[in-house]
C-alpha cells in the first residue's frame, strides 16, 4: 500500500544511475557516496520504510512526503539554507550546474548528512 502511495507521489529522476556523472571536486568515500544516493534519488532516510514496513517518512515541517527532491529543491523549510548553497530549479539543474562540494555543505548545514 505504501509502496503504491509512494509510487503516484514521487517523480522518478532523470538520473536513475549515476552513470557518467563525474566528481568535479576531491571527495571523501563517505560524501562520493552520499552524492551518489543523491544522484539517484535513494537514501537511507526517504527509502528504510520500503525495508522496514514502516510508514512514508514525511518532513516534520511540511508533512510532505520526504524525497531527495523535496529536501533539495522544495522544503520551504530549508529554503535560506538552500539559497545560500545551492540555486535550482530542478534535480537535474541542481547535478548539471552545482559544485558537489556544494551540495555537501548544504546536506551538512541542514543536519541531514548523518541520516541520508
Known amino acids: 500500500m505504501e509502496l503504491l502511495r509512494w509510487k503516484?507521489?514521487?517523480?522518478?529522476?532523470?538520473y536513475r544511475t549515476v552513470g557518467d556523472y563525474k566528481q568535479k571536486t576531491c571527495l571523501s568515500?563517505?560524501?562520493t557516496v552520499l552524492l551518489n544516493r543523491l544522484h539517484i534519488g535513494h537514501t537511507r532516510l526517504t527509502h528504510s520504510f520500503l525495508l522496514s514496513g514502516d510508514d512514508l517518512p514525511e518532513c516534520g515541517t511540511c508533512q510532505y512526503p520526504l524525497t531527495?527532491?523535496?529536501i533539495l529543491i522544495e522544503c520551504?523549510?530549508?529554503?535560506?539554507?538552500?539559497?545560500?548553497?545551492?540555486?535550482?530549479?530542478?534535480?537535474k539543474?541542481?547535478?548539471?550546474?552545482?559544485?558537489?562540494?556544494?551540495?555537501?555543505?548544504?546536506?551538512?548545514?541542514?543536519?541531514?548528512?548523518?541520516?541520508?
Open 8 to 14: 503516484q507521489i514521487t517523480c522518478y529522476y532523470t
Open 76 to 91: 520551504v523549510d530549508l529554503q535560506d539554507v538552500r539559497n545560500k548553497h545551492l540555486v535550482a530549479s530542478s534535480i
Open 93 to 116: 539543474d541542481l547535478f548539471d550546474n552545482i559544485a558537489a562540494h556544494k551540495i555537501i555543505d548544504f546536506i551538512k548545514e541542514t543536519r541531514f548528512y548523518k541520516q541520508l
Open 29 to 31: 568515500r563517505r560524501d
Open 68 to 70: 531527495v527532491k523535496h
